[in-house]
């Protein structure tokens, strides 16, 4: 045994899966999301990027480097811990990470790099709708991250909440583009996003099941009511739903990341 495995193993502590809807699983939602955005609140630079560009965009370009290394370090645990105590020496590309949540550990540190200013506000756009939304679906249907042992469970909790926190982050920054035409800018880059995952799922299936982005034709929905759409419609129809309710999902936390600007606008103009 590596001294790597035998450091992992220390970290395996065994445990019953959370109950969906009972108290752990309501407090992590709840409890976690609030203390997500408090911390959201505390860190933003909440200065309009107008009144002081350069040092707002630094301040903020550097919350989401730090975020995004903090997401890598947990992914690199995840996998390691996966691969070493979880399916003892096999690797379970189920978890490769290219999944809707795993896009902000390599967008967030992106954004230092880009210095036009539109393509920045549509990428911080897009991890506004589509990442903060596929962390609310993910606390609404848990069980992907409810794990047989602590630290993976703990990991799958505070992952999202990081998404929730960038989220965040991003409103507090006013750094999105909260227009209608801002959020059909994020489109072509879901569409991106979900054409290299489909990609990946044709030549990861010939190794073993993957389902990335949950859309791979060859494995049928886990998700929470389009398992059921699946087995009733068809896979092709259930992976167009899929996308659609993915896209109408994020329209909804635009809508609602919209209102919430509004609000603390006029709250600081009081």
């Known amino acids: 045994m590596s001294f790597l495995e035998y450091l992992l193993r220390l970290t395996a502590w065994p445990m019953t899966p959370p109950v969906l809807y009972g108290p752990f699983h309501l407090l992590a939602a ?9 911390a959201a609140w505390l860190f933003s630079p909440k200065d309009h990027p107008n009144t002081n560009t350069r040092i707002h965009q630094q301040k903020f370009d550097r919350i989401m480097l730090i975020s995004g290394v ?53 990428l911080c756009t897009f991890l506004l709708d589509f990442n903060m939304m596929g962390a609310v679906a993910t606390f609404i249907d848990p069980s992907g991250i409810f794990h047989p042992y602590w630290m993976l469970t703990l990991h ?5 909440l990081m998404l929730i926190f960038v989220g965040f982050v991003i409103i507090f920054s006013h750094e999105a583009d909260l227009t209608t035409r801002g959020f059909l800018r994020t489109l072509p880059l879901f569409a991106f ?9 044709g030549i990861l299936h010939r190794f073993s099941a993957a389902n990335l982005f949950y859309i791979s034709p060859w494995e049928m ?12 419609l068809g896979r092709p129809i259930g992976i167009l739903l899929y996308i659609l309710a993915m896209a109408a999902g994020a329209w909804l936390i635009h809508n609602v ?6 609000v603390c606008l006029t709250a600081k103009s009081l």
Not at 30 to 38: E, K, N, R
Not at 193 to 201: D, G, I, K, R
Not at 221 to 232: A, E, K, V
Request: proline content about 3%; some cysteine.
């Open 30 to 38: 709840f409890g976690g999301s609030a203390a997500a955005i408090w």
């Open 70 to 122: 903090i997401l890598l370090i947990g992914e690199l645990y995840k996998q390691l811990m996966n691969f070493y105590v979880v399916n003892d020496h096999v690797y379970d590309w189920w978890i490769f990470p290219f999944q809707l949540c795993s896009l902000p550990m390599y967008l967030c540190p992106l954004l230092i790099m880009i210095h036009n200013e539109k393509r920045h506000r549509i």
């Open 156 to 160: 799958g909790i505070l992952w999202h």
């Open 193 to 201: 996003f979900c054409l290299a995952a489909e990609v990946l799922n």
């Open 221 to 232: 929905s886990t998700q929470l009511l389009f398992g059921d759409i699946d087995r009733i």
């Open 257 to 262: 990341a919209r209102k919430i600007t509004a």
